[in-house]
């Protein structure tokens, strides 16, 4: 679970988003969820990463 949500939180990051506002979001939308749903949130993140976000079928 803590991987999935730093690799969450450095795509917020890596996004353009503050350590605040990921932090903030993380809290709203991470953080007590389910699994499932936020391992693929990370999986579509790495894939971005070692792919480019245009090769992503995002889910969320």
């Known amino acids: 679970m ?11 990051i890596g996004g353009g988003k503050t350590r605040r506002e990921a932090e903030t979001l993380l809290n709203d939308h991470v953080r007590g969820k389910p699994i499932l749903p936020l391992a693929k949130i990370a999986v579509d993140v790495l894939g971005a990463l070692l792919m480019g976000a245009d090769h992503v079928n995002a889910s969320a």
């Open 2 to 12: 803590d991987d999935c949500e730093r690799v969450i939180e450095l795509g917020l």
